[in-house]
Nanobody
């Protein structure tokens, strides 16, 4: 499956952005989808994930209460609503798809397909 992430941009601290990740094929609904992010000079880190059916979501502690992930399987798209953005949220955000076993949603290696990334910059 091919993934395309978009919606990044420049926003002031406290502002909001919504990222989208669109998939190329109908099997999309079988995959768990996650967002990871990578700040300059840092490792890529888990942000959030959603189960294939959309019934459960998981969040990194750093974004809980501020970010909300959702999916629309008919549109083959996932969304990441980011509110109350902070300068430390500045990063390239990547969406990823994979089959998840044993509840391992948080690990990069779980996901086989990755989008190209979209840059989010939060100014102070």
């Amino acid at each position: 499956v091919q993934l395309q992430a978009f919606g990044g941009g420049l926003v002031q601290a406290g502002g909001s952005l919504r990222l989208s990740c669109a998939a190329s094929e109908g099997a999309f609904r079988r995959y768990a989808i996650a967002w990871f992010r990578q700040a300059p000079g840092k490792q890529r880190e888990f942000v959030t994930a959603i189960t294939s059916g959309g019934g459960s979501t998981f969040y990194a502690d750093s974004v809980k209460g501020r970010f909300t992930m959702s999916r629309d399987n008919d549109k083959k798209t996932v969304y990441l609503q980011m509110n109350s953005l902070k300068p430390e949220d500045t990063a390239v955000y990547y969406c990823a798809a994979g089959f998840v076993y044993s509840g391992d949603y948080f690990r990069r290696g779980t996901y086989d397909y990755w989008g190209q990334g979209t840059l989010v910059t939060v100014s102070s």
